[in-house]
């Protein structure tokens, strides 16, 4: 990370959201939005500055998980590649038996 990792954390958390917020269905609310990125900046940096967090994109997705699991209503896509220095996000579907998760009450 940087000198200031919590400015890196800001700046891929918001690269990440932007990313899932595209894909995501149904579409996010402004409320949701501010949440997903909440829980990616402390998931990327959960001891506030010191950037002592796990891999980026294994607590990302994991981040992801539980806010899905916990709005039973919403299904995006998870990081497929991270590029922390320059923070591009490829985001990738998850599936089942190859086709592509549903929200609204899962498979």
Known sequence: ????????????ADAVTE???DQAKPPLTQELIERVRSA?????DPH????SGGDPQDCINAALDAFELELQSIVGPRIASLDKATGAVTMKH??????????????
Do not use: C, D, W
Not at 94 to 105: C, M
């Open 1 to 12: 990370m940087t000198k200031h990792p919590a400015l890196a954390a800001t700046s891929l």
């Open 19 to 21: 990313a899932y917020v």
């Open 40 to 44: 990616l900046i402390n998931a990327i």
């Open 48 to 51: 506030g500055g010191t950037g």
């Open 94 to 107: 998850r599936s089942e038996g190859g086709q592509p998760l549903r929200a609204f009450g899962g498979q």
